[in-house]
């Protein structure tokens, strides 16, 4: 089974910058479209950016584009998200997830097409 580990959330000052990374075990991460998905209290969990299996495509929620940056380095089995310019709106429970049935460049939104989820790290946008 796929385990992801992200890390490098916690409090930061709005208009202020954040970056975390999502670390995956297994032999097969190149295979995976990867995932950024956040959830505030009381709230629904939500995309948030995207990039796929070899990370020439990326996609991002509206409420993030053009703040929001991810990539991924596949030698490293890492997936990071690069947040800048963050809003108190920003504030919220980020987890990494991974989709491994899509094929090619493709990036899904839906929650359901993620099978592995990490832990979540907790991100704070202080106003």
């Known amino acids: 089974q796929v385990q992801l580990v992200e890390s490098g959330g916690g409090l930061v000052q709005a208009g202020g910058s954040l970056s975390l990374s999502c670390v995956a075990t297994?032999?097969?991460?190149?295979?995976?479209?990867m995932a950024w998905f956040r959830q505030a209290p009381g709230k629904e969990r939500e995309f948030v950016a995207g990039?796929?299996?070899?990370?020439?495509?990326?996609d991002y929620a509206d409420s993030v584009q053009g703040r929001f940056t991810s990539s991924r380095d596949n030698a490293k089995n890492t997936v990071y998200l690069q947040m800048n310019r963050l809003k108190a709106e920003d504030t919220a429970v980020y987890y990494c997830?991974?989709?491994?049935?899509?094929?090619?460049?493709?990036?899904?939104?839906?929650?359901?097409?993620?099978?592995?989820w990490g832990q979540g790290t907790q991100v704070t946008v202080s106003s």
């Open positions: 297994g032999r097969s991460f190149g295979n995976y479209a």
């Open positions: 997830a991974a989709d491994p049935v899509s094929s090619s460049s493709y990036i899904t939104q839906r929650m359901s097409a993620y099978v592995y």
């Open positions: 990039v796929s299996k070899s990370g020439s495509t990326t």
